[in-house]
C-alpha cells in the first residue's frame, strides 16, 4: 500500500505541486487585494477574539493565567479545527467536484485527495505562522514545547484523510453522505471543547467527549499553547492507531472502487 502510494505521489509530484499552486492562486485571482485576504481574515479574528473574548470570557476560565489566554485558547482549536473542517469537507466532494478532471485526463486519482489535504495545509501553514508571531509579539511562546505541534499535526492529517477518504469514495455513490456531512460538523464542533473548557462538563459528558479523537487532539493543543505542558500522549497514541487503521480502510475502498468511481460520475 505505502509503496503504491510513494511510486505515485513521486512520479505525478509535479502535477500535484502544480494543482495545489493554481488552487492558491484562483481562490484570490479575482479579488482586488488578492492573497492578501489570506492574511486579512485571520489577522481580523486574532484581533476580535483578543479585544472582545478575552475581555468578555476572561474571568469564565479559572486556571488560565494572562489578559490573552481566551484568546490563545480559541485560536488553538479554532485554527486546527478549521484544518480539520477545510480538509474532511475537501476530501468528502474531492471525486465529485472533479468529475470532469477524471474523465479527461489520465493519472492516479489517489493524487486528488492528496492535492486537497495539502492546499488545506498550506493554506493553515499561513494562518497558523501569523499565530505564531502572535504568540512571540505578547510573549507567550510555548517554548521547547511548541515542537510537541508536529506530531500532532501528523495525527491530526492522518485521520482526516483517512475518514475523507472514505466519505469521498462513498459520496461517490451516496450523495446523502455529503448533505449529512454538513449536520455532522455542527454537533462535532460543540462536542469539541473548542470555545468550552472540558473541565466544566459533567463527568458523564466528559467520558463521551473523551471518545472523541479531535477532542484529543484539541486539547493537546491548548495545553501546549495555555498551560505549556506536554499532551497526553497515551490518548494521542490511541487516535494514531484509529488514523491509521481510517487510511488503511480509505486505501482499501479507493482501490477496489476506484474504476468504478469514474463510470458512477
Not at 142 to 170: A, D, K, N, R
Not at 229 to 236: E, F, Q
Not at 242 to 249: G, N, Q, R, T
Request: net charge positive; proline share 4%.
Amino acid at each position: 500500500m505505502i509503496n503504491d502510494l510513494m511510486k505515485s505521489i513521486i512520479r505525478y509530484r509535479g502535477f500535484i505541486f502544480g494543482s495545489v499552486k493554481r488552487d492558491f492562486q484562483s481562490r484570490y485571482q479575482n479579488s482586488f487585494l488578492g492573497a492578501a485576504w489570506l492574511i486579512l481574515q485571520p489577522v481580523a479574528m486574532i484581533i476580535v477574539y483578543t479585544v472582545i473574548f478575552s475581555k468578555v470570557m476572561g474571568s469564565r476560565l479559572a486556571g488560565m493565567p494572562g489578559p490573552f489566554s481566551y484568546s490563545i485558547f480559541l485560536c488553538s482549536g479554532v485554527l486546527t479545527w478549521g484544518l480539520f473542517t477545510e480538509t474532511l469537507n475537501g476530501l468528502a466532494n474531492v471525486f465529485i467536484s472533479n468529475a470532469n478532471v477524471l474523465k479527461k485526463l489520465n493519472f492516479p486519482r489517489i493524487c486528488l485527495p492528496i492535492i486537497v489535504s495539502l492546499s488545506s495545509f498550506v493554506n493553515f501553514l499561513i494562518i497558523f505562522g501569523l499565530f505564531v508571531v502572535f504568540l512571540i509579539i505578547i510573549n507567550n511562546f510555548p517554548g521547547i514545547s511548541f515542537f510537541y505541534v508536529f506530531p500532532i499535526l501528523i495525527i491530526q492529517m492522518l485521520f482526516t484523510i483517512g475518514l475523507g477518504t472514505i466519505l469521498g469514495v462513498m459520496n461517490v455513490f451516496v450523495r446523502d453522505v455529503g448533505q449529512f456531512l454538513g449536520i455532522v460538523l455542527q454537533f462535532w464542533f460543540w462536542l469539541t471543547p473548542i470555545v468550552y473548557v472540558a473541565k466544566i462538563l459533567p463527568d458523564s459528558v466528559r467520558d463521551v467527549i473523551s471518545c472523541n479523537p479531535m477532542a484529543i487532539i484539541i486539547m493537546s493543543y491548548q495545553n501546549i499553547f495555555i498551560y505549556n505542558v506536554d499532551p497526553d500522549w497515551l490518548s494521542l497514541f490511541f487516535v494514531f492507531v484509529f488514523s491509521l487503521c481510517l487510511v488503511a480502510i480509505g486505501w482499501r475502498m479507493f482501490k477496489k472502487h476506484s474504476a468504478d468511481i469514474v463510470d458512477e460520475l
